[in-house]
């Protein structure tokens, strides 16, 4: 086969595998909210009296998906890019994403941690929301009270600005 019709065909391959499939679920920005009870594990203190919120710009490239997630716990912000796919056959989604040596409040203390992961399972429930399970890991080599996990269920919103209440420090 001649160089010309091979390219040809490598490009037309490589664009219909990109296109995936239509999801029902609205790019924005969307609010994350919880209650007390939805809270499934805190050992950073992070979920106490409100103290904890997120918001993120949810994007999707067929049956891919990017989250730009920014927690606010007090006074800091944490941004983090999450990555990850729809599962086969559902609206169901995942995505993953970690942060290297920031700085953030756990548990009455301001820690300097190794590392933060965040992984995130979603159902989208309407065009616009979805819920599903946060799971937050902070790691440091000190002091103990550092390493801690939070997981909670939580809803997600489509917010319009100026109607998206956070983050106001970032």
Request: glycine share 6%; net charge negative.
């Amino acid at each position: 086969m001649p160089a010309r019709p091979r390219l040809a065909a490598a490009v037309l391959l490589a664009a219909g595998s990109a296109c995936g499939r239509v999801h029902d679920l609205d790019e924005g920005i969307y609010s994350f909210s919880s209650t007390t009870a939805d809270v499934l594990r805190d050992d950073c203190g992070l979920a106490q009296a409100g103290a904890f919120a997120v918001q993120t710009q949810f994007e999707s490239f067929g049956d891919f998906v990017r989250l730009s997630y920014v927690q606010e716990a007090g006074s800091t912000c944490l941004p983090i890019l999450l990555v990850g796919y729809y599962q086969l056959d559902t609206q169901d989604f995942y995505a993953d994403g970690t942060a290297s040596n920031p700085i953030v409040p756990a548990n009455s203390s301001v820690c300097q941690l190794s590392f933060v992961s965040v992984h995130l399972t979603a159902a989208t429930t309407t065009a616009s929301s979805f819920d599903g399970v946060l799971k937050i890991s902070y790691v440091a080599s000190s002091p103990v009270n550092c390493n801690c996990q939070l997981w909670l269920k939580y809803n997600a919103t489509l917010c319009v600005p100026p109607a998206c209440p956070l983050p106001q420090q970032c």
